[in-house]
């Protein structure tokens, strides 16, 4: 999955989240947001 597509999926996620308590919103955005860095992280690793 790209990135464009990952962050796609985050802004999607909370736009459904609407009446969530803001809390849960954050952990489930700093979960995606760690997945992605995480994904970066890895690619790296390959490229160099």
């Known amino acids: 999955m790209t990135i464009e597509k ?3 999926r985050i802004i999607e996620d909370v736009r459904n989240e609407k009446g969530v308590n ?3 919103m954050f ?3 700093a979960k995606s947001v760690f997945s992605i ?4 992280k890895k690619k790296e ?3 160099s």
Do not use: G, H, R
């Open 45 to 47: 690793k390959f490229v």
């Open 37 to 40: 860095l995480k994904d970066m």
């Open 27 to 29: 952990k489930s955005m």
């Open 22 to 24: 803001p809390i849960k």
């Open 6 to 8: 990952k962050a796609n």
